[in-house]
């Protein structure tokens, strides 16, 4: 194994034979590793979240004399990590890919902490639950699916430029109701991204060896896109729900 490689968390087959199951072993075990990085990601982010909203960084940040630069350098910072997560593919190690995950996780939750006073625990908990089992349940359909997802796929990128935009316009010519669309679009959306990219992580996940460096590189990405699928449904879900407290 190459020693570029982060300890994977789940070990599966070492050996296969080159039989037509061979791909679909790679495959499985592909797929576990990404979505158990996955979870790692959002362990992170929970913890990042928990303690930004318990120390002396979201007052500094988020605060009625929190510092505006940092405030937007915080939520700016995820975005950063993606473009160089993505531009560093071939350069980057598979660990450094892996830090720049964690730590991207890390922002993410502290970018996130404003949630814990915005919503209560009661509500936050609620979507969680239903988002994790509406992730469970379209990442099992976009696994199991014969059908190719590929044009859904491109239709929902179309959606999510929309929805981008709208969003932009809707925070500096704030409707109500439009505020209504934007949250049940976002939930629609991310919900067939899940599907879709599970399907692509699935694919991916058979084409290479999953011994590889490139494959654990190709790991780490893919946690990361299905990591912010699950995080973005969640914020549509609690933007919904929320409102309607």
């Not at 959002?42 to 928990?50: D, G, H, N, P």
Request: net charge positive.
């Amino acid at each position: 194994m190459d020693n570029n490689q982060p300890p994977r968390i789940f070990k599966g087959t070492e050996q296969f034979s080159s039989n037509s199951g061979s791909s679909s072993v790679l495959s499985k075990n592909f797929v576990a590793n990404v979505f158990s990085w996955m979870v790692v990601g959002l362990i992170v982010t929970a913890f990042a979240a928990w303690y930004g909203a318990h120390s002396e960084i979201y007052a500094a940040i988020f605060g009625p004399e929190g510092n505006s630069i940092l405030r937007w350098g915080l939520m700016l910072a995820p975005f950063a990590f993606i473009i160089i997560m993505n531009a560093g593919l071939e350069r980057f190690s598979a660990i450094t890919l892996t830090i720049l995950f964690l730590a991207f996780a890390a922002t993410m939750g502290l970018s996130l902490s404003s949630i814990l006073y915005l919503y209560s625990k009661v509500v936050i908990t609620k979507v969680f639950l239903i988002t994790s089992g509406t992730f469970t349940v379209m990442s099992i359909a976009g696994y199991t699916t014969s059908k190719d997802l590929t044009k859904m796929g491109s239709l929902l990128f179309m959606a999510l430029i929309g929805l981008i935009i709208a969003s932009i316009a809707n925070m500096f010519f704030y409707k109500g109701i439009l505020d209504v669309i934007i949250s049940i679009a976002g939930v629609l959306i991310f919900t067939g991204l899940i599907a879709y990219d599970t399907q692509k992580i699935k694919n991916i996940g058979a084409s290479i060896d999953g011994e590889s460096s490139t494959a654990a590189k190709m790991a780490i990405l893919c946690a990361t896109s299905i990591y912010l699928d699950f995080v973005n449904l969640f914020l549509f879900l609690l933007r919904f729900f929320g409102s309607r407290d």
